[in-house]
C-alpha cells in the first residue's frame, strides 16, 4: 500500500540556520508532490508544488527537491524566523489521482 | 472572497446522535474533499467530489455520508456518532489539475 514518511516528528532549530524537513515515499509514483503549512487550531496552506520533471523549485526562502529515483522530497527553509514554526506536511499526487495523501508531517520550531 | 467556510467551528456529540458538517467554497472549483485529522495519523480523505453531482469514497467512508448539494456546497453526515469519530474535520476545495487544494478552518468533533 502506498506510504508516505516525514522525518521526525518534531524539528528543533536555531533562527537564521536551514531547515531541512524530509519527505519519502513508498508504493506508487507521483507527478507532483506538494507541501503545505499547518498552523495549530488551522487547515493547511499550500505552499510549493514540484512536477516530476522538476529538480528542484525555489520560492522566497522556500526550496523544495524532488528526487523521483530516491521516491523522496526535501523541504528547505533558509534563514529561518520563529514566524517559521508550524507543522509542514507533504502530499505526493499521482497524475490521475483526484485525491490527496499527506504525510503526518513534521512539527518545526525556530528558536530565537 | 470567503475562499472555504465551515460550519460549525466547535460541536460536541452524544453517541448515537446525528449530526451534519456544512461547507462552501466561493472560488467556482469543481473539485471538493472532506477530511478527517487525527494526533500522529495525518490528514485522511473521506470523500470527496470531483465534481457537481459525484461524490466517491476516501480513504476511511465508513460511518458517514456525503451531499454536494451544487456547486459551491458539499455537507458531510454522521448518521449515528460513535467516540470513534472524535476528530477534527477539514473541508477542502481545489483549484486546476495539479490539485492544489485550498483548506477551511476546520470543525472540532467530540463524541462522548
Known amino acids: 500500500s502506498q506510504k508516505i514518511e516525514q522525518n521526525s516528528e518534531a524539528l528543533n532549530i536555531q533562527e537564521g540556520k536551514t531547515a531541512t524537513l524530509t519527505c519519502n515515499y513508498t508504493n506508487y509514483s507521483p507527478a507532483y508532490l506538494q507541501w503545505y503549512r499547518q498552523d495549530p487550531g488551522r487547515g493547511p496552506v499550500f505552499l510549493l508544488l514540484i512536477r516530476e520533471n522538476e529538480k528542484e523549485k525555489r520560492k522566497e526562502r522556500l526550496k523544495v527537491t524532488f528526487d523521483t529515483t530516491l521516491k523522496q522530497s526535501l523541504f528547505h527553509i533558509t534563514a529561518s524566523q520563529p514566524a517559521d514554526s508550524a507543522t509542514y506536511l507533504c502530499a505526493p499526487i499521482s497524475g490521475s489521482a483526484r485525491q490527496l495523501t499527506f504525510g503526518s508531517g513534521t512539527q518545526l520550531t525556530v528558536l530565537p | 472572497n470567503a475562499g472555504v467556510t465551515q460550519t460549525p467551528k466547535f460541536q460536541v456529540l452524544k453517541t448515537g446522535q446525528s449530526m451534519t458538517l456544512q461547507c462552501a467554497q466561493d472560488m467556482n472549483h469543481n473539485s471538493m474533499y472532506w477530511y478527517r485529522q487525527d494526533p500522529g495519523m495525518g490528514l485522511r480523505l473521506i470523500y470527496y467530489s470531483a465534481s457537481e453531482g459525484t461524490t466517491d469514497k476516501g480513504e476511511v467512508p465508513n460511518g458517514y455520508n456525503v451531499s454536494r448539494l451544487n456547486k459551491r456546497e458539499f455537507s458531510l453526515r454522521l448518521e449515528s456518532a460513535a467516540p470513534s469519530q472524535t476528530s477534527v474535520y477539514f473541508c477542502?476545495?481545489?483549484?486546476?489539475?495539479?490539485?492544489?487544494?485550498?483548506f477551511g478552518p476546520g470543525t472540532r468533533l467530540t463524541v462522548t
Open positions: 477542502a476545495s481545489t483549484r486546476g489539475a495539479t490539485y492544489e487544494q485550498y
